[in-house]
């Protein structure tokens, strides 16, 4: 992946949207630049979002660069590059399977893969507070250091990492399993509520 910040977030926009883990206008995303970050604006579409429309904005939301408004979970981002300065890009996504075995009250861990177990050990959830809000920047704030990835109540989810790639990997992974999950448990599979064998 390109260099150009504005680039990351247009490619990883495009493979989000192609991978299904975020529709229409879902989603955001962010990577750091300089004391800010750019980040895709509020209503866009990510699937067809232009380099044009991005906009650098710093800690406080102010726009720096660019036309129009940030996304409004700006603090968000924000929240996490503040808390853990050696993030580079943040990616908010609302991955289905994930956003179902969450929403369906069933437990998502202990995780059926060993894959899993491995890459999201640190998975963290939230309880769910309203979009945009303070309170729920503080919540995601409040674990983000201990984990790279995060589940919000009835909402979806954000990963971070030192960049773009390594968030989405976190994503993927994360819809993957809970794909799996679920499609086990509907099958009526013996082993789905066992741990993954030491």
Known sequence: MKDD?????????????????????DGNVSVKA?????????GSHKGMVKE??????????????GVGRPSSEWRIHAAIYTAAPE?????????????????????MRPFLLSEAEIFLSELATVPY?????????????SVCVRSRIVVLERHGVVAWGKGPEEA??????????????????GLGAR??????PG
């Open 168 to 185: 989405f990997n976190l994503i993927e992974c994360l819809e993957h399993v809970s794909k799996v999950t679920l499609l086990a448990r």
């Open 87 to 107: 993030c580079g890009a943040v990616l908010h996504a609302h991955p289905p399977w994930t956003l179902a075995l969450s929403l369906s009250g069933l437990p």
């Open 191 to 196: 082993k789905a509520d066992g741990a993954i």
């Open 5 to 25: 910040p504005r680039r990351q977030v247009i490619e990883i926009c495009r493979r989000l949207y192609g991978r299904g883990l975020i529709a229409g206008l």
């Open 129 to 141: 507070y309203s979009p945009g809000t303070p309170e729920l920047a503080g919540a995601v704030a």
């Open 52 to 65: 044009s429309q991005l906009l650098l904005v710093d800690e406080d939301g102010s726009v720096q660069q």
């Open 34 to 42: 300089g004391g800010g970050f750019w980040i895709t604006p509020a």
